[in-house]
C-alpha cells in the first residue's frame, strides 16, 4: 500500500504541476509571446510530464522450491522533463518507481530453521536519460539509463533486501489521445529491459503531458 | 525511410536481445521399456559387466573399443568418441533374457538415443537369472540396437568384452567438475546440483568437485558464481549476491538450470555418502567466509563414517573423503583461522588440499596438490608431493590430447573434468595405477 500511495502521489503531484506550471507560465507572458505559443510545436519548450499505469513482469517464479501465491501485475509511476525541440528529437530525462511482483513461499522446517511464510517483493527505481519524438499522433521513446532493483523478503519476522543496479532500456510506443496546445496525453506502452539483473516488464501507462515555458 | 524513422530503428533494433538455449530431453523408452518387466540385478551381478570391450558392430556410435563401469542400477558405457556415454539397467526377463538398456549421448552436442542390448550367449543370461554372478570372459557380449532421439533402437550394435579393467577405485580419482555437466553440456541436470553429482558415477567419475559459497546466515551451499545469474538460476525473486540471501531465502525464492534446489553442502555430504558410491569430494572454497562452517561439517561427517566403519556391522562400512581446497591467499588464511578455531574446540582438523604450490601442501600437511593444468604435468612436482604422502589432482582437463599428455607424463592421481567418460576411458588406455590415494580414505 506505501507504494501504491507513492505512485498515486507521484501522480497528483505531476498533473498538478503540469497545469500550475503551464498556467503560470500563460499569466506572464505577453500578448506577443502567446502567439508563438499558438505555433507549438514549431517553438521549442520545456515539458514536464507524469505517467502511470499498471506493469506485467516477464519471468516465473522458482517452482522447484515451495513458492504459494505469485502475483507479477504491479504499478510504475514517472515523473520526468523533455526538451522539446523544433527538431525532430526530444531529448529527456525521467526517474520513475515500479511496484514489480510480490509472492508467498511456503517453507518447511530446514536447515534454516522453523519453517514459516517467505515474503517476497520486487520493486526498481529507475533513472533514465532518452530521446523521444512525435511522428503524427504516435510518440515512440527509447530511453538508456540505470534502474535500483530492490528485492526484499521477509521470514519469521526477519526483513531484509537486498539491491542491484544494472543498466536499463525502455523503448515506448505512446499515441496521442488528447492535445490541448499546451498539454497533451498520451497511451503509452513500454517494454523496460534490465538484462543485467534479468528484470523485464511491460507498462501500460497513462502519459500526461504539459510545456512549462517556450524558447 | 527518412533519417527521424532510421534513428528510431536503430533504437529499438539496439533492444532486441535474442537468446537462443538448445535443451536435449534425455530420451526414455515410453513405456519404461523392458526393464518394467524384468527383475533388476544385483550389484554384485552387475560388476560382472565391467571391462574394456570391442565394439564388434557399428562402430559408428562409441568408435571400435569402450570401457564399461558399473554404479548402484547402472551400468555404464564410456568412450572416446565425443566423450560419449550411455547409461543403462540391467534385468532379467520372464523369458530368462537379460536386457541392458537406456540411453546414450553425447554431452556437447545435441545427440542422443535409446539403447537396448541383450546378455549373450544365453548361459550367462541363464546364470543371471539364477542369481549367479559369473565371471566375464571374451565370450561375454552385449548384443543390440542403438536409436537416435526417441526413436526406436533399430541400427545394430555389438559389444565384445575384452579385459579387465585396469585399477581405479580407491586409486585413480577421475573428478567431475561441478558435478557430471558443464553449463553448457546438454545432460539435463545443473552444475553442482545433487542430480548432476547422482549423474557423475554414471558417466565415469568416481568424485565430484564442488563450489563452496556460503549464505547470509553463514550455511554453506554448493554454488559457483558470487551471483545469481540467469545462466545457473531462474526465479523472479532470486537475483543478486549469493551472500545477501539467508537460506530460507535461496530455497525460497531460487532453482537451478532445471528447476534443482540449490543444495546445502550438509545435503550434498549426506546425499553423496549414502546414495551414491563416490569415493570423495574436493570441496573448492570459493569465499574465505565457507571454511570453517565446511570444515565442522567435514569433521562431523568423519566421525559419522569412523563410527559406522568401527561398529559392529560391516553392511554400513563406507570409505569416502572429503577435502577443504584451499584455493587463494585469502583462504588459506581463513583454513589457518579455521583450524585454530577447531582445535581450540577439541575437534580435530579435516583433511585439505592445496591448489598453490607443493611447498604449501607440505607445510599445511595436506592430503593433496590441486594444480591448474596450464602450468603442465609437472611431473618432478607430482612426485614431489608424492613423497611426502600426499597426490595430485590437476584441474580443469576436457581434451582428448592433454588428458593424455597429463596421464602419461604427469602420471597423476586424479584429475578433474568435464568428460569423465573420456577421462576414464583414457586412463584405462594409457594410464598409470598411482601408487597412493589422495582422498582420505579410513
Given at each position: 500500500?506505501?507504494?501504491?500511495?507513492?505512485?498515486?502521489?507521484?501522480?497528483?503531484?505531476?498533473?498538478?504541476?503540469?497545469?500550475?506550471?503551464?498556467?503560470?507560465?500563460?499569466?506572464?507572458?505577453?500578448?506577443?509571446?502567446?502567439?508563438?505559443?499558438?505555433?507549438?510545436?514549431?517553438?521549442?519548450?520545456?515539458?514536464?510530464?507524469?505517467?502511470?499505469?499498471?506493469?506485467?513482469?516477464?519471468?516465473?517464479?522458482?517452482?522447484?522450491?515451495?513458492?504459494?501465491?505469485?502475483?507479477?501485475?504491479?504499478?510504475?509511476?514517472?515523473?520526468?522533463?523533455?526538451?522539446?525541440?523544433?527538431?525532430?528529437?526530444?531529448?529527456?530525462?525521467?526517474?520513475?518507481?515500479?511496484?514489480?511482483?510480490?509472492?508467498?513461499?511456503?517453507?518447511?522446517?530446514?536447515?534454516?530453521?522453523?519453517?514459516?511464510?517467505?515474503?517476497?517483493?520486487?520493486?526498481?527505481?529507475?533513472?533514465?536519460?532518452?530521446?523521444?519524438?512525435?511522428?503524427?499522433?504516435?510518440?515512440?521513446?527509447?530511453?538508456?539509463?540505470?534502474?535500483?532493483?530492490?528485492?526484499?523478503?521477509?521470514?519469521?519476522?526477519?526483513?531484509?533486501?537486498?539491491?542491484?543496479?544494472?543498466?536499463?532500456?525502455?523503448?515506448?510506443?505512446?499515441?496521442?489521445?488528447?492535445?490541448?496546445?499546451?498539454?497533451?496525453?498520451?497511451?503509452?506502452?513500454?517494454?523496460?529491459?534490465?538484462?543485467?539483473?534479468?528484470?523485464?516488464?511491460?507498462?501500460?501507462?497513462?502519459?500526461?503531458?504539459?510545456?512549462?515555458?517556450?524558447? | 525511410?527518412?533519417?527521424?524513422?532510421?534513428?528510431?530503428?536503430?533504437?529499438?533494433?539496439?533492444?532486441?536481445?535474442?537468446?537462443?538455449?538448445?535443451?536435449?530431453?534425455?530420451?526414455?523408452?515410453?513405456?519404461?521399456?523392458?526393464?518394467?518387466?524384468?527383475?533388476?540385478?544385483?550389484?554384485?551381478?552387475?560388476?560382472?559387466?565391467?571391462?574394456?570391450?570391442?565394439?564388434?558392430?557399428?562402430?559408428?556410435?562409441?568408435?571400435?573399443?569402450?570401457?564399461?563401469?558399473?554404479?548402484?542400477?547402472?551400468?555404464?558405457?564410456?568412450?572416446?568418441k565425443n566423450a560419449g556415454f550411455?547409461?543403462?539397467?540391467?534385468?532379467?526377463?520372464?523369458?530368462?533374457?537379460?536386457?541392458?538398456?537406456?540411453?546414450?549421448?553425447?554431452?556437447?552436442?545435441?545427440?542422443?538415443?535409446?539403447?537396448?542390448?541383450?546378455?549373450?550367449?544365453?548361459?550367462?543370461?541363464?546364470?543371471?537369472?539364477?542369481?549367479?554372478?559369473?565371471?566375464?570372459?571374451?565370450?561375454?557380449?552385449?548384443?543390440?540396437?542403438?536409436?537416435?532421439?526417441?526413436?526406436?533402437?533399430?541400427?545394430?550394435?555389438?559389444?565384445?568384452?575384452?579385459?579387465?579393467?585396469?585399477?581405479?577405485?580407491?586409486?585413480?580419482?577421475?573428478?567431475?567438475?561441478?558435478?557430471?555437466?558443464?553449463?553448457?553440456?546438454?545432460?539435463?541436470?545443473?552444475?553442482?546440483?545433487?542430480?548432476?553429482?547422482?549423474?557423475?558415477?554414471?558417466?565415469?567419475?568416481?568424485?565430484?568437485?564442488?563450489?563452496?559459497?556460503?549464505?547470509?546466515?553463514?550455511?554453506?551451499?554448493?554454488?559457483?558464481?558470487?551471483?545469481?545469474?540467469?545462466?545457473?538460476?531462474?526465479?523472479?525473486?532470486?537475483?543478486?549476491?549469493?551472500?545477501?540471501?539467508?537460506?530460507?531465502?535461496?530455497?525460497?525464492?531460487?532453482?537451478?538450470?532445471?528447476?534443482?534446489?540449490?543444495?546445502?553442502?550438509?545435503?550434498?555430504?549426506?546425499?553423496?555418502?549414502?546414495?551414491t558410491e563416490l569415493e570423495g569430494?574436493?570441496?573448492?572454497?570459493?569465499?574465505?567466509?565457507?571454511?570453517?562452517?565446511?570444515?565442522?561439517?567435514?569433521?562431523?561427517?568423519?566421525?559419522?563414517?569412523?563410527?559406522?566403519?568401527?561398529?559392529?556391522?560391516?553392511s554400513d562400512d563406507r570409505t569416502?573423503?572429503?577435502?577443504?581446497?584451499?584455493?587463494?591467499?585469502?583462504?588459506?588464511?581463513?583454513?589457518?583461522?579455521?583450524?585454530?578455531?577447531?582445535?581450540?574446540?577439541?575437534?580435530?582438523?579435516?583433511?585439505?588440499?592445496?591448489?598453490?604450490?607443493?611447498?604449501?601442501?607440505?607445510?599445511?600437511?595436506?592430503?593433496?596438490?590441486?594444480?591448474?593444468?596450464?602450468?603442465?604435468?609437472?611431473?618432478?612436482?607430482?612426485?614431489?608431493?608424492?613423497?611426502?604422502?600426499?597426490?595430485?589432482?590437476?584441474?580443469?582437463?576436457?581434451?582428448?590430447?592433454?588428458?593424455?599428455?597429463?596421464?602419461?607424463?604427469?602420471?597423476?592421481?586424479?584429475?578433474?573434468?568435464?568428460?569423465?567418460?573420456?577421462?576414464?576411458?583414457?586412463?584405462?588406455?594409457?594410464?598409470?595405477?598411482?601408487?597412493?590415494?589422495?582422498?582420505?580414505?579410513?
Open positions: 500500500m506505501t507504494h501504491l500511495r507513492f505512485i498515486q502521489g507521484l501522480v497528483v503531484a505531476t498533473a498538478c504541476a503540469v497545469s500550475g506550471l503551464a498556467g503560470a507560465v500563460s499569466v506572464d507572458q505577453p500578448e506577443s509571446q502567446k502567439k508563438e505559443l499558438s505555433k507549438a510545436p514549431e517553438a521549442s519548450s520545456l515539458e514536464v510530464f507524469g505517467s502511470f499505469g499498471p506493469t506485467i513482469l516477464f519471468g516465473d517464479p522458482a517452482t522447484a522450491g515451495y513458492q504459494a501465491s505469485f502475483g507479477r501485475v504491479g504499478l510504475i509511476g514517472e515523473l520526468g522533463f523533455a526538451y522539446r525541440s523544433w527538431y525532430f528529437i526530444d531529448p529527456f530525462i525521467s526517474v520513475g518507481y515500479a511496484s514489480l511482483a510480490r509472492g508467498q513461499a511456503v517453507l518447511p522446517d530446514g536447515e534454516w530453521g522453523v519453517g514459516g511464510t517467505l515474503e517476497q517483493k520486487l520493486r526498481t527505481w529507475i533513472i533514465s536519460p532518452g530521446i523521444t519524438s512525435d511522428l503524427w499522433r504516435f510518440r515512440p521513446r527509447f530511453a538508456l539509463g540505470v534502474a535500483i532493483i530492490v528485492q526484499s523478503f521477509e521470514f519469521n519476522g526477519v526483513e531484509s533486501s537486498s539491491t542491484q543496479t544494472p543498466l536499463v532500456a525502455q523503448l515506448g510506443l505512446g499515441f496521442n489521445v488528447f492535445d490541448e496546445g499546451r498539454t497533451r496525453l498520451d497511451l503509452e506502452m513500454r517494454g523496460v529491459l534490465a538484462n543485467g539483473a534479468d528484470v523485464n516488464f511491460m507498462t501500460l501507462d497513462v502519459t500526461l503531458r504539459g510545456d512549462l515555458f517556450y524558447f | 525511410m527518412n533519417s527521424k524513422h532510421a534513428l528510431l530503428f536503430i533504437a529499438a533494433a539496439s533492444l532486441l536481445h535474442c537468446e537462443q538455449s538448445d535443451e536435449l530431453t534425455i530420451p526414455m523408452f515410453p513405456d519404461g521399456g523392458l526393464l518394467r518387466t524384468g527383475q533388476p540385478l544385483s550389484r554384485d551381478q552387475l560388476m560382472m559387466f565391467e571391462g574394456l570391450y570391442s565394439v564388434t558392430k557399428d562402430a559408428a556410435l562409441f568408435g571400435g573399443q569402450v570401457a564399461v563401469r558399473t554404479s548402484p542400477g547402472t551400468v555404464s558405457v564410456l568412450s572416446e550411455s547409461v543403462l539397467g540391467a534385468a532379467c526377463l520372464p523369458d530368462r533374457r537379460v536386457v541392458v538398456e537406456g540411453y546414450w549421448q553425447y554431452p556437447t552436442l545435441l545427440d542422443a538415443g535409446l539403447v537396448r542390448l541383450f546378455v549373450g550367449p544365453p548361459e550367462f543370461a541363464d546364470a543371471l537369472c539364477d542369481g549367479e554372478t559369473p565371471d566375464p570372459d571374451t565370450s561375454f557380449e552385449l548384443d543390440g540396437h542403438y536409436g537416435n532421439n526417441n526413436e526406436f533402437p533399430r541400427l545394430p550394435l555389438e559389444l565384445r568384452w575384452s579385459k579387465q579393467l585396469k585399477a581405479w577405485r580407491g586409486r585413480f580419482f577421475n573428478v567431475a567438475h561441478h558435478g557430471a555437466c558443464e553449463n553448457t553440456d546438454h545432460c539435463g541436470t545443473a552444475p553442482n546440483s545433487l542430480e548432476s553429482i547422482r549423474l557423475a558415477e554414471r558417466v565415469g567419475s568416481n568424485a565430484a568437485e564442488l563450489d563452496v559459497r556460503i549464505t547470509r546466515d553463514g550455511i554453506p551451499i554448493l554454488f559457483h558464481d558470487p551471483g545469481l545469474s540467469r545462466t545457473l538460476v531462474r526465479g523472479t525473486f532470486c537475483n543478486g549476491q549469493v551472500a545477501d540471501l539467508s537460506l530460507a531465502e535461496l530455497m525460497g525464492s531460487c532453482e537451478l538450470r532445471y528447476g534443482e534446489l540449490i543444495p546445502t553442502v550438509q545435503q550434498t555430504l549426506d546425499m553423496m555418502v549414502n546414495e569430494v574436493y570441496l573448492d572454497m570459493k569465499v574465505p567466509g565457507a571454511v570453517l562452517p565446511t570444515s565442522r561439517l567435514v569433521v562431523k561427517l568423519m566421525a559419522d563414517l569412523e563410527a559406522r566403519n568401527t561398529n559392529s556391522d560391516p569416502f573423503g572429503a577435502l577443504i581446497a584451499i584455493t587463494t591467499d585469502e583462504v588459506l588464511t581463513a583454513w589457518h583461522e579455521a583450524k585454530a578455531q577447531l582445535t581450540k574446540e577439541g575437534l580435530p582438523i579435516p583433511p585439505c588440499l592445496a591448489e598453490q604450490d607443493p611447498e604449501t601442501v607440505i607445510a599445511e600437511g595436506c592430503r593433496a596438490w590441486g594444480p591448474t593444468w596450464t602450468n603442465g604435468p609437472q611431473p618432478e612436482n607430482v612426485q614431489k608431493v608424492r613423497d611426502a604422502g600426499a597426490g595430485t589432482i590437476f584441474w580443469t582437463i576436457n581434451q582428448s590430447e592433454f588428458i593424455d599428455e597429463f596421464l602419461t607424463t604427469g602420471k597423476p592421481d586424479g584429475i578433474i573434468t568435464a568428460r569423465a567418460a573420456l577421462l576414464f576411458y583414457r586412463y584405462q588406455m594409457i594410464g598409470t595405477v598411482p601408487p597412493v590415494r589422495p582422498m582420505p580414505m579410513p
